[in-house]
């Protein structure tokens, strides 16, 4: 049986992920220097994309009469930027190291997204609009990586 409390307390989630994201590629965009032009257009899409997710989860959030979520982060997110800061004084602002935690990030917003689909009372309408969520936000998970790698090796 759907259960609207359940469903609006996992939107809720994900809105927060995406808005750890959101902080996160800016934080990400204030690290880079003048040579990185291709990271800032990725990331500024990145953002874009966390955005309207966000948008589609707040929609969705309503049309089940709860309130969403749009303005906090997760506690996790804020000690990934916390640690994020805390690293940078140690390694500096170098591509790789924007780019490790890039990917730190991407694997928690997986790991939130998966969670979210193993949750009980979670409607069908529901599971594809996550699924769907989260088959982009892998897309974007797989081009830092990509990127990572290739500045590692």
């Given at each position: ?126 599971k594809n609009i996550i699924s769907e969520q ?16 290739r500045v590692s090796s």
């Open positions: 049986m759907e259960n609207t409390a359940i469903n609006s307390e996992i939107l809720n989630d994900l809105i927060q992920i995406n808005n750890d994201r959101v902080a996160g590629y800016e934080k990400a965009l204030s690290e880079l220097s003048d040579q990185d032009s291709d990271l800032r257009s990725l990331f500024s899409e990145m953002i874009r994309q966390s955005k309207q997710h966000k948008a589609t989860l707040t929609q969705e959030v309503q049309v089940l009469g709860s309130s969403a979520e749009t303005a906090s982060t997760t506690t996790s997110g804020k000690i990934y930027r916390a640690w994020m800061d805390l690293k940078a004084v140690f390694t500096g602002n170098d591509r790789e190291t924007v780019l490790n935690n890039c990917e730190f990030g991407e694997d928690a917003a997986q790991k939130a997204y998966k969670t979210a689909l193993e949750a009980d009372g979670l409607s069908v309408h529901l989260k088959a982009d936000l892998y897309s974007s998970h797989n081009k830092i990586k990509e990127l990572r790698d």
